[in-house]
């Protein structure tokens, strides 16, 4: 085997990345076509589509779909990974924010309304969870 062999796999992490991309669209986004829904957040999809892969948007969106999926499938490696990237948009964002260009672009609003939802979904949850109201 030599070096140029194309590899017939893709690695995990893209798996897992894609994954999660989906998981975050259908939990936060689900438009059906048979059944138009509008939801708050439908203005990500146009934006999402516009913008770069490796973006602060698409590092969001990664992330959250990764946090739901650790979430859901109680897997401690993948909750491991999400809070790793988590970390990493957070401070991605502080730098965005201090930045006097982006600090005023659509992609890093979106990115600090998609962290606002997912906090506040998150001391939502616990606190129903522990049976505070």
Not at 59 to 85: C, E, N, Y
Not at 109 to 128: G, I, K, P, R, Y
Request: net charge positive.
């Amino acid at each position: 085997m030599h070096a140029s062999t194309l590899r017939t796999f893709p690695r995990p992490s893209y798996v897992l990345e894609c994954v999660a991309k989906r998981t975050f669209f259908a939990q936060y986004i689900y438009i059906s076509p048979a059944e138009p829904t509008k939801t708050d957040f439908e203005w990500i999809l146009p934006m999402y589509a516009s913008v770069s892969q490796d973006g602060l948007l698409s590092d969001i969106v990664s992330t959250l779909g990764m946090l739901a999926l650790a979430q859901s499938h109680k897997d401690p490696s993948i909750r491991l990974a999400s809070r790793q990237r988590y970390t990493r948009v957070l401070n991605r964002t502080m730098a965005a924010l201090e930045d006097n260009k982006n600090v005023r672009s659509d992609e890093t609003l979106a990115t600090v309304s998609l962290l606002a939802l997912h906090e506040v979904m998150t001391v939502l949850s616990t606190s129903t969870a522990r049976g505070i109201r």
